[in-house]
């Protein structure tokens, strides 16, 4: 029962900015590892960003400074904030779970789960 549905992805110029969005349900949000990857045409899938329950962040270094990942617990909810985009940041952008379940003997986990996926192109 787990989903992750991801909002905001668009075509934006060079210098612009986008926010994504990951709502999730079925699974303990607020224990959860949530990450940002995205996927070029041709190439790898590859992490951007991600965030601990804790709130402890990573970045890959060609988004650091540009890009900010965050989450609203009370909504359930990961947030890619991307400033400053660049065409090289074109690519299929997909949220990640590191969760736990609640069932009836307790959480039980961890499992992994993905996104759609929601495309952002930069124009030059």
């Known amino acids: 029962q787990a989903q992750l549905v991801e909002f905001g992805g668009g075509l934006v110029q060079a210098g612009g900015s986008l926010r994504l969005s990951c709502a999730a349900s079925?699974?303990?949000?607020?224990?959860?590892?949530m990450g940002w990857y995205r996927q070029a045409s041709g190439k790898q899938r590859e992490l951007v960003a991600d965030?601990?329950?804790?709130?402890?962040?990573n970045y890959a270094d060609s988004v650091k400074g540009r890009f900010a990942i965050s989450r609203d617990n009370a909504k359930n909810t990961a947030y890619l904030q991307m400033n400053n985009l660049k065409p090289e940041d074109t690519a299929v952008y997909y949220c990640?779970?590191?969760?736990?379940?609640?069932?009836?003997?307790?959480?039980?986990?961890?499992?992994?789960?993905w996104g759609q996926g929601t495309q952002v192109t930069v124009s030059s």
């Open positions: 965030i601990t329950s804790g709130g402890g962040t």
């Open positions: 990640k779970a590191d969760f736990y379940r609640p069932t009836a003997y307790g959480p039980r986990g961890p499992y992994e789960d």
């Open positions: 079925g699974i303990i949000f607020s224990t959860s590892t």
